[in-house]
C-alpha cells in the first residue's frame, strides 16, 4: 500500500511521461507536491523503488522508468489530487529549519581500505548526499569502504566515501586507484619519480609502491558520510 504523498508522486510522474515522454525533473516534482527540499521527494523515489513500482536507471538524466501503477490508479476515473501538502502548525518555540539542498549519488558497490579487492563497476544503491559536499563540477559517485588501513586518516570500515571522478591527483590526495585494471583500492597517492606509492593510513600495512603505468587514478575523495 502507498502512502497518500507517494501515489501523488507517482501519479504526478505518470502524467508528465504520457504528455512529454520524460519524466519530471526533482525540482518539479518539489514544486508539484508542494515539499520544502528534494530530500523529501529522494524518500518517495527510493520508496516507490522499493516497492516495485519505479525503476531508476544509472548515468542517465531523469531516468526513471514506471514498472507498474497500483490497482487504484487502473481502475476508470481514477483522479489523485495533488495537493498543497499536509504542514501543520510547528510547536510553540520550535526552531526553524532550514532546508538543504541533496544530490542523489550512485553506489558503486564496495572499495577496499586493506587488500584490494576486484573493481566493481555496478550501481547497488542510490544516496543522498548534501550538495555543497561535493567538489567543484564533473561526476561524483560513492562506494562503501570495507577494511581499516584508511582509519588513522579517519575513514573507517562501513564507511561511505565520497568520490570525484577524474583521472589526475595532487601528490598527498587521498583516491581511489586501479590496479594493473582490475584491483580497486583506497589509498594516498604520492609519486616519487616513475613510480607511485600507495599509501594506507595504518601502521599494519605497508605502502604498495608501484610502477607508474600499472595504477590508474579513478577519482578523489571528496567527503565521508558515516551512519551509526
Known sequence: MLTRKQMELLDFI???????GVPPSFDEMKEALDLRSKSGIHRLITALEERGFIRRLAHRARAIEIVKLPEAMEKP???PRVVAGDRTNPPRGAMQV????????????????????????Q?????????TM???????????VEGDSM??????????????????????????????????TLKRLRRKGGMIALEAANVAYETRILPESRVKV??????????Y
Open 14 to 20: 505518470k502524467q508528465r511521461m504520457d504528455r512529454d
Open 77 to 79: 476515473g481514477f483522479a
Open 98 to 121: 532550514t532546508p538543504i539542498d541533496a544530490l542523489e549519488l550512485p553506489v558503486m558497490g564496495k572499495i577496499a581500505a586493506g587488500i584490494p579487492i576486484e573493481a566493481i563497476q
Open 123 to 131: 550501481v547497488t544503491h542510490h544516496i543522498a548526499v548534501p550538495g
Open 134 to 144: 561535493l567538489s567543484g563540477r564533473g561526476q561524483h559517485y560513492a562506494l562503501t
Open 151 to 184: 582509519i588513522e586518516a579517519g575513514i573507517n570500515d562501513g564507511d561511505t566515501v565520497v568520490i570525484r571522478e577524474q583521472s589526475t591527483a595532487d601528490n598527498g590526495d587521498i583516491v581511489v586507484a586501479l590496479v594493473d585494471g582490475h584491483e580497486a
Open 218 to 227: 579513478q577519482g578523489r575523495l571528496v567527503g565521508l558520510i558515516r551512519s
